[in-house]
């Protein structure tokens, strides 16, 4: 049987390292079933989250070859693995043990957003009617299943570690839903400037390639949030426009 | 300890444990628009050769000031500063450069490129402090749109360049007779790869629907929101292609006008 070698971060909060595991790999295997092999044949006590083996509950993120993965949807066979492959942690939350980080902070930074505020009831019974079209928008951002990739792989998290000024891409695509749905009548764009630091993004579209749902992060939420920010606070012209138009449906 | 801190430490610039070449394609990034600042540079400077028969480079048109047979408001105005070298496109390129600047698809190709914030994704970067476009200069950003109105407005004087190179004057009667010539198509796709780009524009994909919740709601906006939506899908591709396009027409033109190229009549 072929054989491959991994990389593992070993340790916990107070430092660790790399240590070299090579166990047999067959047809057919992602990086979690290697990972499980070796935690069943050679370390008991290797720590890595993980449940529903599908990539749709986004428990066994990690970084595979540096980037960030669900070691459940990474098959070896799409890796080199005439060299070793590296796992570790991700880096933008903090280490609790070999693969296993924290990711409290991001259900802490999600309490921050304005909840969903629907505007009255269409009909007497109490029920809306929205377009299909409409919804399909804010359905793609429906598909996130909070694995915090993005999250890791964001620099301004990463490798500035603004965890207090900015929520990170995850969150944006949360207040893109939410902004972007046809009842909702909240207004997230001051927010959006302070407390959520939608200007610490640069584009750099990094959590757009490693959304394990195809989520089109930046094209789809962060960019036309910005740009929403930019109607309420850096366009005097459209801001002057907007006070000899109609009333548009928001 | 802050919850950031417990996070494993930073490394040093360009550190990664990724195995694949993460280095190319910043590095190509960076070769491209070098190559296409320091070509566009050296030809908005030269003030001469931008027109060919019918033709006129797309780096100088609209001429507004310049030769006084075919500038809109004659030639050189008395209020440029004698120190610096008189060229009709100084005068306008500011409009599709400053597109390009702040442009989303650029924005975040340059950081990576030019300024490795970051190289790549996961790469650690040169320096610790970071303002990202939350403050000055780069909340500058924010005046993409604007270029973007200028930016329509010169598709319309790129189209009509386009209408004005199939008239060909004839050598012998002087009339202007209808004609295509490879110039003539080197400067529509110009127009049409131009055209490409600016339709893909995140702001005006915002502007003409995309800020708005109910488009069902206003079927005109739900449509032009469809359209620039398909445009913006390859908003990359168009930005490089009409990049490349461009540079490649106003040499056309210059190699016409100083006799390095002979231009093919095709119809």
Known sequence: MKTATFKIWRGDANGGKFVDYTTEVSEGMVVLDAVHRIQATQANDLACRWNCKAGKCGSCSAEVNGLPRLMCMTRLNDLPLDKPVTLE??????????????????????????????????????????????????????KCIECFLCQNVCHVLR?????????????????????????????RTEELKQAHGIGYCNITKCCTKVCPEGITITDNAIIPLKERVVDNFYDPLGKLVKLFRPKAQK | MAYADASINRRGFGQTTRPDAWWVQPSLVFLGLSAFIVYSTWAAFQGAHYRWGPYLSPFYSPELFGDATHS?????????????????????LWVPGGFRLTC????????????ADPPSCTVSEPRKAYRGEASFPLIMQNIHRYFLYVALLFLVFLGHDVWKAMWFSDTATGKATFGIHFGTVVLAVNVILLGGYTFGCHSLRHLVGGG???LSGAPLCQKTYRCVSCFNRRHMLWAWLSLFWVAFSDLYVRLCSMGGWHDVRIL
């Open chain 1, 89 to 142: 942690p991700m880096k933008a939350f903090p280490h609790v043990k070999d693969l296993v980080t924290d990711v409290s902070w991001n259900f802490r930074a999600k309490k921050k957003i304005k909840p969903f505020k629907p505007r009255p009831p269409d009909t007497p019974d109490g029920t809306w009617r929205m377009a299909q079209s409409d919804v399909d928008r804010v359905q793609e951002f429906r």
């Open chain 1, 159 to 187: 490798e500035h570690k603004l965890h207090d000024e900015f929520i990170g891409p995850r969150f944006f695509v949360q207040v893109a839903a939410l902004e972007m749905h046809p009842l909702d009548i909240e207004d």
């Open chain 2, 72 to 92: 809109w408001f004659g030639a050189k105005p008395g209020w440029w500063p004698a120190w610096l070298p008189f060229s009709p496109a100084l005068l306008i």
């Open chain 2, 104 to 115: 989303y698809y650029y924005r975040g190709a340059y950081y990576k490129a030019f300024w």
């Open chain 2, 212 to 214: 708005i919740d109910r």
